[in-house]
């Protein structure tokens, strides 16, 4: 197994933990906090870390498919949502912080698709 493709697994699965963990510990609390926001990004820079390293596995060539068009919009979905939980944050509507979690599953939702779709053709 190369060093890249062990870098490109244990980014994503790393993604997997932090995006879920900041996810769901925002959905319980029912309110977005700034530690959520610190998981998302770590969560956003561990995907695009293992994204680059899937890439550079692939000898650098875009292959479209399912995976690769969903799993790049689920990284362009996974920034907006770092962005919008960090304005919410900045704003501090009691309403907002309350009702982001419903954007937040959604997102995540989405990020599986490709994640479980990579990982079922990689297995």
Known sequence: MSETLIIAI???MTALTMYTIGVWAEHFAKQLKPIHLIFFIAGLICD?????RMFALSHNIFQLNVHSVTGAMALGLMFIHALWAAITLIRNRENELKMFHTFSLF????????FVIGAALHA
């Open 48 to 52: 695009t870390i293992g994204t680059d």
């Open 107 to 114: 997102v995540w939702g989405f990020w599986l698709i490709p």
């Open 10 to 12: 244990v980014s994503m």
